[in-house]
């Protein structure tokens, strides 16, 4: 997609830039609050709280303005999809409107999409971009294989834009002008990015990848989950890809015309290459290592591999060999937050800095017996957990994002923090609370009793189940093969035993939760889940598999509940 480098990328002057940047943390956050008051001083929003030009202290801001959350904005944000014009959250029109992926409350909310967070993205990128090419320099020739899906965008009833945060990205006019001096170029043509058919943008763009192997310098998907399902899916189709390659024939189930044509002018009979990934294919032990098998010269792999990523880790490592994993930076369909500027540690202990001009941040302490008040970008404290707030260009003031971070270290004077999980995504029924790193703990925990068979866990997702008394949970599980019932036991109990939090273990102790109940489903059972929040809008490339499914979230739960093949209750606390 992205055109080849046509100016000079000065990697120490954006180096430098941050590091001046982070000095000067707290006055630099101060000038962004600044600056985004007085851009949309206009707002309805605001001055319905009494904000005006003359309001530049942060104190003045937050004693007016109180914290939201995205059900406070959702009338708001509608009034601007249905085509008002006025000032509502931000001074100007916004020209796009965002839609999340939907999987976390099980409904895609708006968000709004302004030139000022294009701008922030393609700063982001060229921040990461410098401290990783510092550490992993690539070739200004070499091509990068990039998993990127760009759903179309459709008109509101209202005339605005709307589309998933990376599809506005993609299709924004400033993106190829922005990041032309930082991007290799890619092996797949636009066609394919903008394919309207996911499956069939998947297989080209591997085998676009197979054409440019030698040429590749990174392999990138925004999340982990993106590049194991594309490596999953060349295990299935990589001897119809050799077959394109060997005759210069693009198979029939390539159908859009515009990526037929595309894809067709870059073939031509090659038994060489075809034969040679034959060999390598079928010489490989359990796919181990196909990454750098495929593509020889590649630097390392990218993408999101924190937090609900965390969990495709393993396998991607299985697929990368002894290629770095590098984790991508820290944001989400409101905003950037953070970079990766420590590129070299792995994703289990990746940390991000706080980019302190990408909005005004304030982060609100995790506690569970009071109330507590949110406290400055700088003032955080090593080893503590907060929920972000932000404040962006966007018309989002004092919001709460719903992401627990772990304060782990500073980069000069900005945070450098890990993300933990969601805040909202917590499986209780009494007096317990787990979050979705609690449940990913307990998966992880059980799946070792699992690989001692040689399965592995596929994907995972939960349900409190309250329709029987008392209620209990329930944990979905897709396997990669068949094994014994006394081994999906002991899974199951291990998985109860997992959740250590005092609440749960006390009430199943005293049996007011009930056993927990492991749900084994068919192969592919998760892929239809997929399938059903890209039949929504989402965007294959912004996809994350929901870990706990609410009743709200209806035609989820019935996707895995009608493909349960195999239950188990737990006899942990008998």
Request: hydrophobic fraction near 35%.
């Amino acid at each position: 997609m992205l055109e080849k480098k046509v100016e000079t990328f000065n990697m120490n002057r954006v180096i430098d830039d941050f590091e001046e940047m982070s000095r000067n943390a707290d006055q630099v956050q101060k000038q962004t609050l600044n600056d985004i008051i007085h851009k949309n001083q206009s707002a309805i929003y605001l001055r319905n709280f009494g904000i005006n030009e003359n309001t530049t202290d942060p104190e003045a801001f937050k004693a007016l303005v109180p914290l939201v959350t995205d059900f406070e904005l959702e009338p708001y944000i509608q009034r601007m999809v249905d085509g008002d014009t006025s000032p509502i959250l931000t001074g100007r029109p916004v020209p796009a409107i965002s839609l999340s992926s939907g999987t976390s409350q099980g409904r895609p909310k708006f968000v709004p999409f302004t030139d000022e967070l294009m701008e922030n993205t393609i700063q982001l990128f060229r921040t990461a971009f410098a401290f990783r090419n510092r550490e992993f320099p690539i070739d200004d020739n070499g091509r990068a294989l990039q998993f990127i899906f760009s759903s179309k965008q459709y008109i509101s009833t209202g005339g605005v834009p709307v589309g998933t945060a990376t599809t506005n990205v993609y299709r924004n006019p400033n993106f190829k002008a922005g990041m032309r001096s930082i991007q290799s170029l890619c092996c797949s043509p636009d066609e394919v990015i903008f394919s309207p058919d996911v499956h069939q943008a998947l297989y080209c763009h591997l085998l676009s990848g197979i054409l440019f192997r030698d040429q590749v310098q990174y392999v990138f998907a925004s999340f982990a989950h993106g590049l194991v399902h594309a490596f999953r899916t060349f295990e299935q189709v990589w001897e119809e890809i050799v077959n394109d390659v060997e005759h210069g024939v693009l198979t029939n189930r390539i159908t859009v015309p515009s990526v037929r044509t595309a894809i067709s002018k870059l073939l031509t009979p090659n038994p060489e290459l075809a034969e040679m990934i034959r060999t390598k294919c079928l010489s490989l032990s359990n796919w181990y290592g196909l990454i750098p098998a495929l593509f020889p010269n590649a630097k390392y792999v990218y993408g999101i591999m924190t937090g609900s990523m965390e969990p495709y880790v393993k396998k991607l490592r299985h697929y990368a060999g002894e290629l770095p994993l590098v984790s991508h930076d820290y944001g989400s369909s409101e905003g950037w937050i953070a970079a990766n500027v420590t590129p070299r540690l792995s994703p289990e202990e990746a940390t991000f800095a706080v980019v302190p001009n990408l909005g005004y941040f304030e982060f609100l302490p995790v506690s569970e017996t009071r109330e507590e008040e949110p406290v400055g970008l700088t003032e955080v404290k090593i080893g503590e957990e907060y929920e972000v707030v932000i404040t962006n260009y966007a018309g989002l003031y004092r919001y709460k994002l719903g992401d627990v971070v772990k304060i782990v270290g500073f980069y000069n004077k900005t945070p450098q923090l890990k993300f933990i999980c969601r805040r909202n995504l917590i499986l209780s029924i009494n007096i317990d609370k787990n979050t979705e790193r609690d449940l990913q703990l307990s998966v992880e925990s059980a799946a070792k009793r699992l690989s001692e068979e040689k399965i592995e866990v596929i994907d995972f997702s939960s349900h409190v189940d309250v329709t029987t008394e008392p209620g209990h949970y329930v944990i979905f599980w897709e396997v990669s093969g068949e094994t014994e019932e006394d081994v999906l036991q002991d899974c199951c109990n291990c998985l109860d035993r997992g959740f250590i939090d005092a609440g749960y273990m006390s009430s199943r102790k005293c049996k007011t939760i009930g056993a927990l109940e492991l749900r084994v489903v068919e192969r592919g059972t998760f892929r239809k889940v997929q399938e059903h929040f890209l039949g929504l809008g989402s965007s294959a490339g912004q996809f994350k598999m929901p870990r706990c499914v609410k009743p709200s979230n209806a035609n989820v739960l019935k996707i895995l509940c009608e493909n349960v093949v195999s239950r188990f209750f737990s006899t942990a606390f008998d």
